[in-house]
């Protein structure tokens, strides 16, 4: 006999199973069904806006024509605004209406004259106009989600930087015109015929000509348009596989549109073979400003991708995300901002799918990795179903919507099988294709696939429980943390492995692989894991080697390790040093080296975020221990940059010799992992003597 303990971590808090936790589940169910979003008074039909970037002073001034529609009684309007835009008036026709800001930095409130009824249609103009250049009342706290500089600009729908009733959820019909400097192009949602010459605008910072342009975008059919990049674009057109591509690049970067159109062309087809065909035949892609924090945006009829990550060769894996969104996102669109999941999660799901069919399963499997890193960041913040409450640019809502999505979605896949899976995704687009969609129509549509799925199949093994799968993975937090014990028999025909399956969430209820590792043949047996603890048994004819049992061994199951626990503290610290809060990233990866002392990606996030500090004696130490320590195949860049930090500052503290030793030491790397061996040589002919605020490594 033999016994054996593997133990990940384990919180026990034990309830009844059976009946109870089918009333956990459907308490939990009733629970998130009873918060949804709050639904506004008004929706938007239509926009008519006229509105100056001007560069000179960095400011935009607006003129926002909203045709709205009442959904209940009420004498009170409410929209969001960029809290740096100052209202001047609001007018009904003629009629000037009381309006203020509320409590809450976006909110803005106009009173009415005369309570309106369900149904009735107003019109209210907004004249308004201030500073778009900075972070400082951005919606997103840190993030840039507008700028207008002397070169460049952009601006988001989601910097409210017209009226909104709602950032998402809203479909409407709009005309645009934006007037720019003639050294502006215009890039956006809607069609644009050529812009017309207008004279400087009337209380415009001149900027040394007379002559403007004025672009109109026009969107006839119900969307979310209000998202334009502005600057020195040059337009490539491009037909590509059937395809009509429009890439607006930097006058350097023009040679790059064919490589690009090609790559999106590879993933169009990719995806309309998987899901269906894609209806729409132009495809708009634009550089977006570097001085933008995002590495890609997309909105409606534009994708966007940072100057920061435009190369010659593109970037095939971001670009899969950006152009999955075409599909879940533009072509089958979710109806409300509690149900963004279905485009965000199933977007960075189909990232995966791509990279699965065009670098294998290696690439496939590391990223799917990154999925549960992402997602143990911020899980416990919300639930899936409840992240309409935060912003879709802060890191908790691109942990649990975009990461813990996505795993969800992997969890999905795995469980019910490739094929009913693939089968779901094809009949879900389909049926949704050019429509509004909710949660509840997939998770119906996943219950029905599953019900359908033949009774010999079925038999195999245990099967998926939807409604205990969207409980646990949707509707709530928490993310199991397994503890495995076994003991393993002789017997006549071989060997017998009893064990027990605990873990800390008494309402999961998944199928999930048990693989046992022999003298022979592996053998696999898929266990139905309900509450926290269940019991299986194995027979196989070799016997089982040492440490053989593997609980969940392609790891396809969303759960807690001390491995996963790590890496995800380190992507905690560095989305805090990329908002320059090194103190708090230090903390994070502190916590990391407590659990993995020698772990040499936490030791060099230690090292970069104490630099920026000025805290060189530390951060030299740290990077020497990173150079010491144990270092993932992933991240043997590692190596380079540690060497060409340490020669900055030795440089910073005036030990030239010291210095010039570091940096021949990155170039004998031959690793020139984001131009480390470039800095190197360029800091061996001058002395690094200017330390930046970020990194150019991160």
Known sequence: MMKNSLKTSFWLRKTAQGLAILGALLCAAALYAQQPPPRPDFHATHYEIDAVLSPGNQTLMAKAQVTLVADRPTHDVN????????????????????????????????????????????????????????????????????????????????????????????????????????????????????????????????????????????????????????????????????????VYTQPSDKKTAQPYAEAISRIIDFYSSAFGPLPVRNITLAQLPSVAPMNSVFASGLLMLSQRRWSEKPPEDLLARLVAHLFWGETVRPASSADVWLSDGLSRYSQALYILHARGEAAFRQTVDEFAVGALMDEKVASIRDAWRLDPYTTAYQSIVRDKGAMVFHMLRTSMGDAAFSALLREFYGKYQGKTVTLADFEAMTQQKLA???????????????????????????????????????????????????????????????????????????????????????????????????????????????????????????????????????????????????????????????????????????????????????????????????????????????????????????????????????????????????????
């Open 79 to 246: 929209v969001e605004l960029n809290p740096n835009l100052r209202i001047d008036t609001v007018m009904e026709g003629e009629q000037s209406l009381v309006f203020q800001r509320t409590d809450t930095p976006l909110g803005v409130v106009v009173t009415l004259p005369n309570t309106v009824s369900p149904g009735q249609q107003l019109t209210l103009t907004f004249a308004y106009s201030g500073p778009l250049s900075g972070v400082t009342g951005s919606p997103s706290p840190g993030v840039r989600l507008a700028y207008i500089g002397k070169n460049r600009a952009y601006l988001l729908l989601a910097a409210r930087w017209f009226p909104l009733v709602a950032y998402l959820g809203q479909r409407y019909t709009a005309t645009i015109h934006l007037t720019v400097p003639p050294n502006y192009a215009v890039v956006g949602a809607g069609s644009s015929p050529a812009p017309d010459m207008v004279a400087e605008p009337q209380g415009a910072k001149p900027v040394g000509t007379e002559q403007w342009l004025r672009y109109t975008f026009t969107a006839d059919k119900p969307g979310d348009p209000g998202t334009y990049i502005a600057g020195a674009l040059e337009l490539t057109p491009v037909n590509q596989g059937g395809l009509s591509f429009s």
């Open 452 to 698: 359908s799925l033949p009774a010999a199949k079925a038999a195999e093994q245990p099967q998926l429980n939807a409604l205990a799968f969207f409980s646990q993975w949707v509707n709530s937090t928490g993310i199991p943390e397994f503890h495995l014990d076994y003991i393993v028999y002789r017997t006549a025909k071989g060997f017998k492995v009893v064990g027990k399956i605990e873990q800390n969430l008494t309402t999961l209820n998944m199928p999930i692989a048990v693989k046992v590792e022999t003298e022979g043949n592996p053998v696999t047996k898929t266990v139905q894991v309900i509450g926290d603890k269940s019991e299986f048994t194995i027979d196989t004819f070799g016997e089982p080697k040492s440490n053989g049992i593997i609980l969940d061994p392609n790891d396809n199951i969303l759960k807690s390790t001390p491995d996963l626990r790590v890496k995800a503290m380190i992507l905690q610290g560095e989305a805090l040093a990329e908002r320059g809060q090194f103190f708090d990233a230090v903390q994070q990866y502190q916590r990391a080296l407590d659990i993995q002392h020698r772990n040499s990606l936490a030791l060099f996030r230690m090292g970069e975020a104490m630099f920026y500090e000025k805290n060189y004696q530390a951060a030299a130490n740290s990077f020497r221990d990173a150079l010491d320590g144990v270092i993932d195949p992933n991240s043997k860049w590692i190596v380079v940059w540690s060497h060409v930090y340490l020669g900055k500052i030795y440089d910073l503290i005036g030990q030239r010799e010291r210095a010039l030793n570091e940096y021949q030491r990155a170039i004998d790397t031959k690793d020139n992992t984001a131009g480390a061996i470039d800095q190197a040589r360029e800091y061996m002919q001058k002395p690094y003597s200017n330390p930046p605020e970020t990194s150019p490594s991160s």
